[in-house]
């Protein structure tokens, strides 16, 4: 059976703000020292088990070109743009719609297109186990990661030993969770039952598609529309209707908790969401003093302290658990433990009318 794998790269990284702006969001940034951008890699890394020609990426109107830009040799007939956002699962409903029209049935890989993988060769593994068993039946696949601290700004995993599938180190999910608090995350950690819910899938579009006509009916009749208009001049206005009529629904919380069928497997692949500027010092060097320093930057005294320069140089002195960034706009200072309010600043600039620094 056919593999193709849909990259979703609509997201606006708030997180990474002042360089994710809302026209150049994190996924189309180059975060490591080998100049790729996250999209970029997050492609190359399937290329073992998808054809360039089966890869869809979908994102919003405002960055098809940039797709473009970064991915040359995609079709640009599989550069899928979304009217308006409407979360996940009509997100992945669209993907799926427009593959039926090319395959009757496929293995569909659904992935996020801001996450890095440090041991390439061990995720195309799970891949591939994933790939089976997505295809053994009709069955919802999720790669779980193996937690190693108690993180709160990830959903979670619940599973159980399945003894049909004990010797492959595959897992029937009990139930997905959101994301807890400190002392929730703590319990879940020591259970050693809980893993982080990492947002990649893996199913055949026949399965997901029937899903979708049990628990998203509505949807599911637009999305039947869409894939009927595929290739015809109507297309884009079909899809604006159907895409505007669409309930704004996670795949998680309209599909995959009212679902039976549903697998984990744990991966150790080295996986990291590149959630915050925190991420950097997890996919980076630090030096001897923990630091983690991009551009012209000098320190004195200073531990533990992320800082991203442009042009000018930055001088720290007598820092300690820092994040700094630079762009020719926008200075950032923040302390590592209010890192996840970096999203406030976002909303105070709406609020000031400076949306020409969001």
Known sequence: MKTTAVIMAGGKGERFWPKSRSSFPKQFLSLTTDGKTMLQHTVERLLPVVDLGDVYIVTNQDYVEIVKEQMPELP??????????????????????????????????????????????????????????????????????????PETGYGYINFVR???NKQRGIYKVNRFVEKPDIDTAKEYLSSGQYLWNSGMFIWKLSTILEKFRQFMPDTYAGLVRIRDAVGQKNFDLVLKTCFAGFQSESIDYGILEKAE???????????????????????????E??????????????????????????????????????????????????????????????????????
């Open 261 to 287: 069928n549903i697998y984990t497997i744990p991966g150790t692949f080295g996986w990291d969401d590149v959630g915050s500027w925190l991420s950097l010092e997890r996919i980076n060097r630090t030096n």
């Open 162 to 164: 399945d003894e049909a």
């Open 76 to 149: 640009p007939e599989n550069i899928l743009a979304e009217p308006m956002s409407r979360n996940t699962a009509p997100c992945i409903g669209l993907a799926a719609a427009v593959i039926q029209s090319k395959y009757e049935d496929a293995v569909m890989l659904v992935l996020p297109s801001d996450h890095l993988i440090k041991y390439t060769e061990m995720y195309v593994d799970t891949l591939r186990q994933a790939i089976d068993l997505a295809q053994e039946g009709e069955n919802l696949v999720t790669l779980g990661i193996t937690p190693t601290y």
């Open 289 to 358: 003093f923990g630091n983690m320093v991009q551009g012209d930057v000098v320190t004195i005294k200073t531990k533990n302290t992320t800082i991203v320069g442009g042009s000018k140089l930055i001088a720290a002195v007598g820092l300690e658990d820092m994040v700094i960034v630079d762009t020719e706009d926008a200075l950032l200072v923040c302390a590592k433990d209010a890192a996840q309010d970096i999203k406030k600043v976002i909303e105070n600039l709406k609020i000031c009318n400076r949306n020409e620094l969001i």
